[in-house]
């Protein structure tokens, strides 16, 4: 568009803005990838980005972020505010441009705009186009001189006013979403919270004070952190226990630039975050293979070297030297091109050599300097190899026992008719008698039921090997089908939904976390992908002569209670309680909370890997003090996970 414009007339220009604000208003999705809550939250992410750019060049040190009351959000810089003078080619003024014109403000350079799939840095005009309304107030610090525009739905209503002026510096924005546009106009305050923080962690220095004021009392963050992405592996280590400091190395080019963070604890999790231009690139990319190449040729170097290794010994695998680590590499660069279905892999080839020669080189020369850290390391590495050749045999073993890859299922599946993966369900049930009932009320056709009793193992602490032998998870790893762990494999799934069907008390709700933890840390994918499901049992029954019904909460017992009492307040409605699924006879399960006609199901969602999985280390750990306090302070994120 920018190219269009240059020999535009005034006219002619305003034509395209506002065909460019009519695109962004029919096709939201494209500019915002939704207009969900998630969607919603984005549009914060695209004006606070504009605020840490200006903080990156050096020009502002403080940011205020706020949702208020009425669901508007207020972003304020202390930056050089946005330019207020004509702009050289349009005649009007810049601010109004930057506000108005899609693209304007474009970020890393060029088409740079483009970087993740159209997702980020589309900028100030988008969030304007979806705003009902938005203004905008500049303190020039060029002018001295306080500047003010208001649009709705991205149309200026007036041309930049100057106010008068004025001792500040920076720009300030508050805009209200479109109700015509968004399913809701609830921020989340829990998503915008991770993702600021994020931003601090990844801007070493910035500083970010994040108010919610819509409630009584306004809840207040202060995010700065001095030690950048340092900090952030601190952070995700808070509940682990460190088995060495935190290793940092970083290098500048002309072009980019790639800084990685590293920590070992004694968990036997690998963390690796990775971000190009400050967005998580979930399915890695370059900078990730150079990582991991030669994270795993120093490591191996070293041991042999100093003699951890012999010289005919194997090599340390890359899976073997992660084991425990936790890891954030961050690299920013110009032209960043972002691949695969989510735009979340970095595909600049460059940036595998950049990391590669940064770790290389930092990395030995940090572990000649640190030799009792680099020993604890290699020790833990060597562990781990050993433990998972034992995880290899007790697969052998498992796989001679039970055939396990051999399709002769556990004795204790239901298995369904179906074999088409999308079309069947299973239902992974607590209890031999609710395990009974659900397999008289389930449609055999395509609703498999596999039981599940007794204690089930704290996988938060385990390796492969201890649960290809375990009597309770090895059932569920042969009637799912697609392996654990490195090998897993989601072409092999035997069911698209999978149903944890638990209780809605203290012992279903444990059940559901061990599960989850378990798919979390074996078969992440399924929890990415979406697969993984609660069953939603009702919690009352409620009856008057012959008439039942059920409620799901307490909302809808007294609304149903309400509704069966109908003009006659004299009428006894009997409410009870469900103490558990066995309570309930086939037919009632089948109806309440099997029957996909009839049920509720709760996709299990899994958009944050890093509030999961500290959440799981805390809620699953040993320690208990901390998993109190734990689930006091986050009851809000329990309710998220479906705890
Ligand atoms: C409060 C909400 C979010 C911002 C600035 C500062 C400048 C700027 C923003 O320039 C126009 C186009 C490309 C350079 C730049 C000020 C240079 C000199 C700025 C913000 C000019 C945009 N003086 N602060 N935009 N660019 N803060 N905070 O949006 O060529 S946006």
Redesign the pocket.
Known sequence: MSENLKSSTYDESQIQVLEGLEAVRKRPGMYIGSTSVKGLDHLVYE??D??ID?SLAGYCKNITVTINKGNTVT???D?????TGPHPKLGIS?LEV?YTILHA?GKFGGEGYKVSGGLHGVG?SVVNALSEWMEVTVYDSRTGREYYQKYERGKPLFSVKEIGPTDKTG???TFLPDKEIFETLEFEYDTLLNRLREQAFLNAGVHILFTDDRGDEPVVNDLRYEGGIRSFVEYLNENKTPVSGVIYVAVENENNSAEVAIQYTDTYTENLLSFANDIRTVDGGMHEIGFKISLTNVVNDYARKYKFLKDTDQNLSGEDVREGMTAVISVKLTEAEFEGQTKTKLGNSEMKTVVSKLVNEKLSEYFEEHPAEIRLIIDKVITAQRAREAARKAREAARKKTSFESGQMPDKLRDCNERDPELTEIFIVEGDSAGGSATQGRDSRFQAILPLWGKMLNVEKARADKIYGNDKLAPVITALGAGIGDEFNLEKLRYHKIIIMADADVDGAHIRTLLLTFFFRFMRPLLEHGYVYSAVPPLYKLTRGKTTRVAYSDEERDRVSAEMRGDNPNVKIDISRYKGLGEMDHEELRETTMDPTTRTLRRIELDDAVAADRIFNVLMGEEVEPRKQFIEENAKYAVNLDY
């Not at 930056?79 to 330019?83: A, E, I, S």
């Open positions: 004006i606070v504009n605020a200006e972003v304020i810089d930056g050089r505010g946005v330019p810049t930057v403000g100030a720009t300030k924005v």
